[in-house]
């Protein structure tokens, strides 16, 4: 240094001096001293100019430039970069002046201006291939191919890089080569063609290997670990994680590096702790290096850690702060990551409106834009719209939007295929269904996707025990088997979705220990995960696993919770909202077209205006005044021709809006009916399994089953009446066996609160209608009544008949009462009183209105008079067509009064009544609540005790579940 300042002191040639300068700044730039650096070469830039100092001149920007790049301010660096190229063009030295070019489309790519970056490394090509440089045309392929990768044009990319590869081959650059492959590799991977880009992948790390080039192999191993991680293909992305921890402690420190490839692979293993751990030093070094696309990668392994830990408050932060970032980035692949994280999101929890209407306002603005989307922006939009549409059973939908992903896509084809099997398994077209599934078990396999073949086979064992193939239903669930326990040493924790998977396996092959922990270990990660789809599913398959091992009071409360669910996630708000943001997605596209056309039209008619004003201005003199007539006439006309086109156009608009609206209101009740209708098979299903079961619980079950099954078809029959499709299958009936029918139905949901039903006035009376529609009106009218009476209580039914002409039919409960400002629209759809201004909830808003519809449809008029908190009574009448005289007395009970109560008094021999006492008395002791207790005692009588003994068993089992104190007192004081 002191030898460099002598000679800055004595005479030296310009040229001389500027080499000395820079010398001097490239001693500073080894000790670190970069602000002396500038300076020193900023002094080659104050000396005289000359035909030798615009190469001197160019090469201290270079090394401006360079300092600034170290530093991370690019913006000064491109200053100079460009400085640089000013002073190159001046030599005409054309591979100095591509180097230049070249590295200005280095720096913009730095910067993440992709368009700027293409188009310098196009002029630097341009150069490059004029003057045959070869081996820079190669480097310079390459780097084009990076850039479209990250504006998302992948095959693009590929190109490039193949380019590249196929140059560097004629050249025999060996470590090129792998750089090439590994750009491949990388390209396949965001195509998610996870087989050619490990092939790519591999074929790099054996030349890195060879090359003993330690920087290449660490990136190369940890995107294998990233991509086997990402497959759960954990025992293979464990030994990459080995290699990448030897590289990073012995040769090449790439600490930051080595952070995201271990948190990655720890999210992975669930280990979420560790994961953690790794992503804040992922972070505080990308951070401290100013290395904005590792800080995203950082953001986004943190987004994905407290999602699973279900940190909200956290997951909420580092979502704000990954959006905003991915917002202003020029990497077009990550807004659609960014797009799917959160879609995912939505999905697990259940919300599936939002999901769809995430995804519709993103289809929106591509199109409001005009930007051609990035690659699998599509792909991904169609898999989860065909996902919420299987759950929504709108299957016809669902295909449309996943078959556009098996046509146009190759990255979410695999996934797109398996949904499309679900879809047609729902359809009961097993043939489609099974052909889709291998087809996508095939490309899982050529992936070498652990995750996907899991799925793929549960899904045609599934398949296969459909069509009552248990050999080949077996073969599957064994795969799935064995996959798990190929996998498990390396992993932490299982993700939910595997693990639910793998229970299933188990419980078909009647490994029900098994089935069951890995099915409590699913709903435990999905409530942390808070994936509520997940933990629906695997609440129903626990219940059948309860119910397969005997455990039927757990069985049938996961199958409650798990219902509670399913209503939860497809309530008639819910689908209609989901109905309307699609219609609002359709008419909101209709009204952006519609704009363009009329802005289309504006700029027309102003060119027209102005062409026209133009030929007014050339016209003689001696006409004007004439022609400025005519001319005004001509553009009234044409303004009002305007003004009528545009209100024609205003009320086509206005049509068209009017008929979207009855389509919106059509779809929903098509979306209604297609729900309810495929409802009506699983329930019966319940309804049958447990129709002659003896055990209680089943019988609660099929109860439920069958008032399930009315609501469904109220809700069938509401629409079929509002529609005037519904057919009356009229006959002639008595009012007696109608009434002895409907009690009869509604008997056990009495007897579980003990309740007595009273007929009162009971004559001979003959009505014509349709059967089956009435006593459905008297089980509804029964049931709400039922509901609002409290346990032990009483309800009247009582028949009038008034002028030989009218029967009226009242059913009076002693419950809450109606207040009188919801009187009036009681018998309204969907219509009911709110629990806090009235302490009840009246039905469910449908079965009042099919009383209303069935009992107008048959000539007759409904009603109900109440007091609020003494009870109600509803009432309905129907014209008679024929009357016996024969008339019991009003306010005296016939013979056929029907009580239906579980306390009536049962005749013991003394025999059981000796068993029964000591049992009793071991019952005294416990309070009613606690069930399990009493349940042991109550197993001391057997399955082949007396008739008497296990009515009353079941009797007392009754009271425990309904919680009904007095009947559980009253049947122990009997004995």
């Known amino acids: ?25 490239n001693l500073f ?5 970069t602000d002396q650096a500038i300076k020193s070469y900023s002094q080659v830039l104050t000396l005289p100019n000359g035909s030798k100092m615009s190469t001197k001149k160019a090469n201290a920007c270079l090394k401006i430039g360079d300092v600034y790049i170290k530093k991370h301010q690019y913006t000064q660096a491109l200053e100079y970069y460009n400085k640089a190229l000013v002073w190159r063009k001046h030599t005409n030295k054309h591979e100095l002046i591509g180097i230049n070019l070249f590295n200005i489309g280095f720096l913009h790519k730095l910067m993440t201006n992709y368009s700027q970056a293409f188009d310098y490394f196009s002029q630097a090509l341009s150069v490059f291939q004029n003057i045959k440089k070869h081996s820079r045309v190669a480097v310079v392929y390459h780097e084009m191919g990076i850039v479209c990768r990250e504006k998302g044009e992948y095959k693009k990319g590929v190109s490039y890089h193949q380019k590249s590869l196929e140059i560097h081959r004629r050249l025999k650059k060996i470590t090129w080569q792998a750089h090439n492959l590994n750009g491949i590799g990388n390209a396949y991977n965001l195509m998610l063609e996870y087989g050619k880009a490990i092939t790519y992948y591999q074929a790099a790390a054996r030349i890195y290997l060879t090359q003993k080039n330690e920087r ?8 294998l670990v990233m991509l086997y991680s990402d497959q759960y293909n954990l025992p293979i992305a464990w030994k990459y994680l080995v290699e990448v921890e030897k590289i990073c402690e012995k040769t090449y420190p790439n600490w930051m590096l080595r952070y995201i490839i271990n948190t990655h692979y720890y999210i992975k293993n669930r280990h979420w702790s560790k994961a953690l751990h790794y992503a804040k030093k992922a972070l505080k070094k990308a951070q401290k290096e100013k290395a904005i696309e590792r800080v995203i990668k950082a953001y986004r392994l943190l987004v994905t850690i407290y999602d699973g830990i279900g940190n909200k408050e956290q997951l909420q932060k580092y979502q704000h702060k990954l959006g905003q970032m991915v917002a202003t980035s020029e990497k077009k692949y990550l807004q659609p990551l960014f797009n799917q994280t959160i879609t995912a999101q939505f999905f697990r929890e259940g919300n599936l409106s939002k999901v769809m209407d995430f995804v519709y306002q993103r289809l929106l603005k591509d199109e409001k834009t005009g930007q051609s989307s990035v690659m699998h922006h599509e792909a991904y939009k169609n898999i989860y719209l065909g996902k919420v549409h299987l759950e929504t059973r709108e299957y016809a939908i669902a295909k449309q939007h996943l078959l556009k992903v098996v046509a146009s896509s190759a990255g979410y084809r695999l996934w797109a295929l398996y949904y499309l099997g679900q879809v047609y398994q729902k ?9 889709y599934g291998r087809q996508s078990l095939a490309l899982a396999k050529q992936e070498g996707s652990i995750q996907s073949m899991l799925m793929v086979h549960y899904f045609l064992g599934q398949q296969a025990l459909i069509q009552q193939n248990s050999t080949l239903a077996k073969k599957h669930f064994e795969q799935v088997v064995k996959i798990i326990t190929k996998i498990n040493p390396y992993i932490y924790r299982l993700h939910q979705t595997l693990s639910y998977y793998v229970g299933n396996a188990y419980y078909f092959l009647g490994r029900y220990t098994q089935a069951l922990a890995y099915f409590n270990q699913t709903i435990g990660e999905a409530q942390t995960y808070q994936d509520v789809i997940v933990k629906r599913n695997a609440l129903k398959m626990r219940a059948q696993t309860f119910g397969k091992i005997g455990n039927y009071k757990q069985a049938f409360e996961d199958y409650i919770i798990y219902k509670a669910m399913s209503d939860s996630l497809f309530s008639v708000q819910k689908l209609r909202k989901m109905a309307e943001i699609k219609t609002r997605y359709i008419y909101e596209k209709r009204q952006d077209s519609l704009k363009q056309i009329q802005k289309h039209e504006r700029k027309a008619l102003k060119a027209k205006i102005q062409t026209q004003k133009a030929n007014e201005r050339t016209l003689k003199a001696n006409q004007h005044l004439a022609l400025v007539g005519v001319g005004v006439l001509g553009v009234l006309m044409f303004v009002l021709t305007v003004f009528y086109r545009s209100k024609q156009r205003s009320n086509r608009l206005l049509a068209n809006t009017n008929a979207q609206l009855l ?22 299903a319940i309804i049958g399994l447990s129709e002659e079961k003896s055990n209680p619980l089943f019988t609660s079950i099929n109860q439920a089953g069958k ?3 009315i609501l469904i078809t109220n809700i069938l029959d509401v629409q079929r009446m509002e529609e005037n499709k519904m057919v009356l299958q009229k006959e002639i009936i008595t009012v007696s066996a109608l009434l002895k029918d409907a009690c009869q139905r509604i008997q056990f949901v009495a007897r579980d609160k003990n309740l007595q039903i009273h007929l009162h006035h009971f004559p001979v009376t003959y009505i014509e209608g349709d059967n089956e529609l009435i006593v459905r009106v008297l089980v509804n009218l029964l049931s709400n009544a039922i509901k609002y009476t409290p346990q032990n209580g009483e309800i009247h039914l009582q028949v009038e008949v008034s002028d030989d002409q009218i029967c009226k039919v009242s059913v009076s409960d002693n419950g809450v009462g109606i207040a009188p400002e919801h009187l009036g629209k009681i018998f ?26 069935a009992v107008e449809a048959h000539g007759g008029q409904i009603g109900v008079e109440s007091i609020q908190g003494l009870g109600s009574t509803f009432w309905f009448t129907f014209p008679i067509v024929h009357q016996t ?91």
């Open 1 to 25: 240094m002191d030898s460099l300042q002598r000679l800055l002191k004595s005479p030296l040639h310009d040229s001389t001096t500027a080499n000395v300068y820079i010398s001097q700044g």
């Open 29 to 33: 730039r080894k000790q670190h001293k």
């Open 216 to 223: 290449g192999l660490l990136g190369t191993y940890g995107n």
């Open 427 to 435: 359809e009961k077209k097993y043939a489609l269904a099974e052909k």
């Open 663 to 684: 389509s919106l209101d059509q779809f929903k009740e098509q979306m209604m009916g297609m729900i309810v209708h495929d409802l009506k098979n699983p329930l019966s």
């Open 707 to 709: 008032r399930m099954q």
């Open 828 to 853: 309204d759809r969907f219509q009911q009183a709110t629990p806090s201004a009235t302490g009840f909830i009246r039905a469910n808003g449908l079965g009042l209105a099919f009383c209303k519809l």
């Open 885 to 975: 005289p024969q008339v019991v007395s009003m306010g005296q009970a016939t013979s056929d009064t029907l009580l239906v109560s579980s306390s009536q008094r049962i005749q013991f021999t003394s025999q059981e009544q000796s068993l029964l006492l000591s049992i009793a008395n071991q019952i005294q002791q416990y309070q009613i609540f606690e069930t399990t207790n009493i349940r042991t005692v109550l197993e001391s009588i057997e399955e082949n005790a007396s008739p008497n003994l296990l009515h009353w068993k079941t009797e007392l089992e009754d009271s425990l579940y309904t919680c009904n104190e007095v009947k559980f007192r009253k049947l122990l004081q009997q004995i």
